[in-house]
């Protein structure tokens, strides 16, 4: 089913797709003219397909649950943020905050996304074909951050469990963040990924592994500067 | 808050659409700034005349005019809801000071060969009507809708901020050393109309550029003595430039096809231009100064 966002309202396009009518059985959607809009596909909790042709705003996919969205051009800030499952493909560049918070499935951009990206996530999965920007992965707590290209400034700042996997240049560590030996484990694992976000031109074995350090855990009465 | 928006052509055939393009993006960023805008046109007209800018307020037009004229012989005036265009031969400083002096409820909102400032209390679709700004031509323009924040919502609180012959400053953030900033650059000599962040940061490039730096050496300094969140759009006769702080938390988005370059707060702003779709578009990265044509 075709959905214009043009001649519809953009409630009543994210209301349609939030509750979908069990008895009937349409599972594919695709949305055109988003014309930048926010809050596209916002609070979806249903399998379902869902390709949106064009650039969107900020929240695109927030809130994700089960379902499949796919993003033909860019996206604003906090591209699924808070997603719980599901997958959220972005095709074009991501702007700051992808993935903000979220708890869980799969979120693959297939350009840049920049400064922030992963922030605070908490369990989902982020593939990144292009580079990241400043502050990726801060305060991040869970999942897996996969980046074939290069990350800016204070990668992974304040970190707590998240596995945070480079292929290019790093331009600096945040605290508490620092490189990691890539065992057996973690190269199966990253093998899994760049296999769902069909990357066939880079080798695992080309990535490194960044983590915490887990210093910052506890508070030390003595650290001083 | 706020929403800035800037296009620069490419393509001359595009000129005579300047007007309607900015006030589309103008009206969709209103989300962003419903309390006043504002918007600087450059056209290429290269005369030996300055063209001012002046709000009127209140007072009478045809009043106005006569009493002008009587102080400046050459005196050319077209009027466009309450502000005035008025041409003349004269230097910025003989006109300051007859405006100073004879009409004090009038402000100089900018001056240049080319620039255009038209700015109002007001949400951005009222105020692009009040200017008929669809009817303009030109080369290239910025503008601004205004969520205020650090100062009051006046004709002199609204954007852009002129900051010298045919340069111009949109600003969406907030500064924080502003008040120091200011009292050291009153010290060298600059007039300041508000108490607004904004235009202490326009008092800073005008400041910077008359001491014969270019924009680009300007803004690279910028980063080191503006405190403060900001992502800012300098309009010169040629061109724009671009710049976001380090912390980059205030947005911006550049579409970049073979006839124009637009850069906005969001991508909504753009998405009427022509062939946007399939334009180049990023993100300006923090800290990095971006400029066309200047």
């Not at chain 1, 996919?61 to 719980?84: L, Y």
């Not at chain 1, 990691?180 to 976000?197: G, T, V």
């Amino acid at each position: 089913m075709e959905l214009d966002l043009k001649k519809l309202n953009l409630r009543n396009v994210n209301d349609k797709l939030q509750n979908l009518d069990r008895k009937k059985n349409e599972r594919d959607f695709t949305i055109i003219n988003p014309e930048g809009n926010h809050a596209i596909c916002a609070g979806l909790n249903n399998e379902m397909n869902v390709t949106i042709k064009g650039h969107v705003g900020y929240y695109c996919a927030g809130m994700n649950q089960k379902a499949n969205i796919t993003i033909e051009g860019n996206v604003g800030t906090g591209v699924a943020e808070n997603m719980m499952s599901g997958k959220v493909h972005v095709k074009g560049n991501a702007s700051q905050s992808a993935g903000a918070t979220a708890h869980g499935g799969l979120l693959i951009i297939d350009g840049d996304a920049s400064s922030r990206c992963g922030i605070s996530m908490k369990g989902v999965d982020i593939v990144v074909k292009g580079s990241v920007g400043h502050m990726s992965g801060f305060m991040s707590q869970s999942g897996n951050l996969i980046v074939c290209g290069d990350a800016g400034e204070a990668l992974g700042d304040s970190l707590y469990e998240t596995n945070i996997y480079i292929r290019g240049k790093v331009k600096s560590l945040g605290a508490d963040c620092i490189e990691k030996k890539m065992d057996k484990k973690h190269l199966n694992k990253l093998k899994k990924f760049l296999k769902d976000a069909e990357i066939k031109n880079f080798k695992a074995e080309s990535f490194k592994r960044y983590g915490s350090a887990r210093k910052l855990y506890n508070f030390k009465i003595d650290n001083s500067y | 808050m706020c929403g800035i928006v800037g296009i620069y052509l490419k393509n001359k055939k595009l000129n005579n659409s300047l007007g309607s393009l900015l006030a589309e993006m103008l009206i969709n960023m209103g989300s962003r700034g419903p309390d006043s805008a504002g918007f600087a046109i450059y056209n290429d007209e290269k005369g030996e005349k300055f063209k001012y800018s002046i709000c009127i307020n209140n007072l009478d037009y045809e009043n106005f005019k006569k009493e002008l004229s009587e102080y400046l012989d050459d005196a050319d005036i077209r009027k466009n809801s309450d502000h005035v265009i008025l041409k003349t031969k004269k230097k910025a400083n003989d006109v300051l000071k007859i405006l100073k002096d004879h009409f004090k409820n009038t402000s100089l909102v900018g001056y240049g060969k080319s620039i255009e400032i038209f700015k109002q209390v007001g949400s951005p679709n009222e105020v692009v009507k009040k200017f008929n700004l669809n009817n303009y031509s030109g080369t290239h323009a910025i503008g601004h809708t205004r969520m205020a924040t650090e100062s009051a919502i006046t004709t002199d609180g609204s954007h852009p901020y002129s900051t010298g012959e045919d340069e111009c400053l949109v600003h969406n953030g907030s500064l924080s050393n502003h008040n120091n900033l200011r009292r050291k650059l009153k010290k060298k000599g600059i007039n300041f109309d508000s108490e607004n962040d904004t235009e202490v940061a326009a008092g800073y490039i005008s400041n910077h550029l008359a001491n014969k730096k270019n924009l680009k050496e300007t803004l690279n300094d910028g980063l080191r003595d503006l405190d403060g969140f900001y992502t800012f759009i300098t309009g010169t006769r040629n061109g724009f430039a671009v710049l976001r702080d380090e912390i980059a938390c205030k947005p911006a988005v550049i579409a970049e096809t073979n006839d124009y370059v637009a850069i906005a707060s969001e991508f909504q702003a753009m998405a009427h231009l022509p062939g946007v779709n399939d334009a180049k578009i990023f993100e300006p990265e923090p800290g990095v100064v971006y400029s066309w044509g200047s």
